[in-house]
């Protein structure tokens, strides 16, 4: 269970959506807009209520796939679980919808919030000042490349990958890539549980971030600029469009933000000096009919 | 202002996008895919931190226009706010990015909120049991009808619309309808701002929700069908898809609930009692690539 040593270019990612599981998909029974009886594929969502150690943190809504990688996820982009933290164990139950992270010792956050709860209530608000006084400290690596011979392949791969995503829709992806090979590809309900899956995943299997490009489906915001950077990856692709403070957090911390990559177009709104021009473009295609995802017709 | 009055067909809507405000979007300069420099407009995005009284309630990231009705409908739709709390004020402050919502008496949350934090810490968990409880409560009207005229006119209207998505992209929109007329048009980067933006406005204007229809960019997840039948509203529309979870508590609270709407295409999972096919298809466009908004390039 080292796939951080696989990375030969054509191999099948490390981990691929799999739209045959039963348990994320269900066949609902509706009518189409004749009147006409249809079955569709509908994507699960379920709830999972979060501890790390005895505190309850939240209830996120998601398809259910990983959710130990999702648990130790979340907690690093939140903050709330440090480099120095040692996870013992991740017990998740599918009866009682749990997942509990255990640490060694009780973390900095759970001290925290509680001595945050005894003055002013609720900690969440301090989470946001810790995770952008974190951001500010963060330096990624200047010599990381990005071809865009490398960006028209990962994009046609993940767009034809089988997935969730084009077996019933209404679902994110995001896809961890080495040069042009995607090599870990989760998806969710929840944009941000699918990030935090491939966060937990990195911890977990101790997988290097500088040489890697984060693909998403999702909108270049401020969250999804941030999450990028705490995970120490250099260039960040998406196929939709931009937020102003995304593009203003991605400039401060040197992150490389590509989006509207869709056929041969895209945009850098911040770090174009990563990007090498190497693909000719007459070779590349425009998006075909074939090619397109259901996110013509998805829009979120 | 009484804008509950005018429901004239034909008429402008009480609130339509204003992708001419400046504060809204923003140029940006970057590189397009030839790596020649390109100018482009983002979307705004800025932290706003709600109090209810005294009480820190929660930081969202919106656009920033409406922070009043953002504040009012957030409160409703968490269920933070009922309809016999009574608020006597609403100030927003620009620089310190806050908006307050002041109520005559001190509301039953912020007595629960008090309470729970003594004991156990975050009072988040219990706003979901609370919201649950209250949806299983709700009785949507059952003479309320959809017409497949009306669908179609409306989607037509919403794509064509002047609005911050053509214009920048990367931004959910919301819009209150009835019959075949759009009224309310509300749009955000967070999709349930836009929501809670639509809720808030209703509650200040006091509109009437049992002959509306609700129609959102985004996909048919639960807490997209749970804040739509807090609101009362019958209907609900989106171009995008379902979750399968939207799906089971739509059925629940007995809404209709329509995925898919595009061109003359749609899928009714919920509810198709309400639908009236008056519709002539061979009249319905499918959508032209003129007409498609820019959602064709904008996952979420």
Same mark, same amino acid.
């Given at each position: 269970?080292?796939?951080?040593?696989?990375?030969?270019?054509?191999?099948?990612?490390? #981990?691929?959506?799999?739209?045959?599981?039963?348990?994320?998909?269900?066949?609902v029974a509706g009518?189409?807009?004749?009147?006409?009886?249809?079955?569709?594929? #509908?994507?699960?969502?379920?709830?999972?209520?979060?501890?790390?150690?005895?505190?309850?943190?939240?209830?996120?809504?998601? /398809?259910?796939?990983?959710?130990?990688?999702?648990?130790?996820?979340?907690?690093?982009?939140?903050?709330?679980?440090?480099?120095?933290?040692?996870?013992?164990?991740?017990?998740?139950?599918?009866?009682?919808?749990?997942?509990?992270?255990?640490?060694?010792?009780?973390?900095?956050?759970?001290?925290?919030?509680?001595?945050?709860?005894?003055?002013?209530?609720?900690?969440?608000?301090?989470?946001?000042?810790?995770?952008?006084?974190?951001?500010?400290?963060?330096?990624?690596?200047? *010599?990381?490349?990005?071809?865009?011979?490398?960006?028209?392949?990962?994009?046609?791969?993940?767009?034809t990958l089988p997935?969730?995503?084009?077996?019933?829709?209404?679902?994110?992806?995001?896809?961890?890539?080495?040069?042009?090979?995607?090599? #870990?590809?989760?998806?969710?309900?929840?944009?941000?549980?699918?990030?935090?899956?491939?966060?937990?995943?990195?911890?977990?299997?101790? /997988?290097?971030?500088?040489?890697?490009?984060?693909?998403?489906?999702?909108?270049?915001?401020?969250?999804?600029?941030?999450?990028?950077?705490?995970?120490?990856i250099p260039i960040?692709?998406?196929?939709?469009?931009?937020?102003?403070?995304?593009?203003?957090?991605?400039?401060?911390?040197?992150?490389?933000? #590509?989006?509207?990559?869709?056929?041969?177009?895209?945009?850098?709104?911040?770090?174009?000096?990563?990007?090498?021009? *190497?693909?000719?473009?007459?070779?590349?295609?425009?998006?075909?009919?074939?090619?397109?995802?259901?996110?013509?017709?998805?829009?979120?």
């Amino acid at each position: 269970m080292s796939p951080a040593d696989d990375i030969r270019p054509g191999a099948a990612p490390w #981990v691929a959506p799999d739209p045959e599981d039963p348990r994320l998909t269900r066949r609902v029974a509706g009518r189409d807009h004749t009147g006409a009886e249809v079955e569709v594929a #509908v994507t699960m969502e379920r709830p999972l209520t979060l501890f790390l150690n005895s505190r309850e943190i939240v209830t996120m809504m998601t /398809i259910g796939d990983h959710p130990d990688y999702l648990a130790i996820g979340y907690l690093l982009n939140q903050n709330m679980l440090r480099p120095e933290d040692r996870v013992v164990g991740v017990e998740h139950d599918d009866d009682t919808e749990t997942v509990v992270v255990r640490t060694e010792q009780e973390t900095d956050f759970e001290d925290k919030l509680r001595r945050k709860t005894l003055t002013s209530g609720c900690a969440q608000g301090t989470v946001f000042g810790d995770v952008m006084e974190k951001f500010e400290t963060i330096r990624l690596p200047a *010599d990381a490349r990005l071809r865009t011979s490398w960006l028209y392949a990962l994009v046609r791969t993940i767009n034809t990958l089988p997935s969730l995503y084009l077996t019933a829709g209404a679902i994110h992806g995001c896809v961890l890539c080495r040069e042009d090979r995607p090599l #870990v590809y989760m998806e969710d309900v929840g944009r941000h549980n699918a990030v935090d899956k491939v966060a937990g995943y990195m911890r977990v299997h101790g /997988i290097e971030a500088a040489d890697k490009i984060f693909y998403t489906t999702g909108r270049l915001t401020s969250e999804m600029v941030i999450k990028t950077v705490q995970m120490g990856i250099p260039i960040l692709i998406s196929r939709s469009g931009f937020t102003a403070w995304g593009v203003e957090l991605a400039r401060r911390a040197g992150l490389t933000l #590509v989006g509207r990559a869709k056929g041969r177009r895209f945009v850098v709104l911040s770090g174009p000096e990563r990007i090498v021009y *190497d693909a000719d473009l007459s070779a590349v295609d425009e998006e075909h009919h074939r090619h397109h995802r259901k996110s013509a017709r998805e829009d979120d």
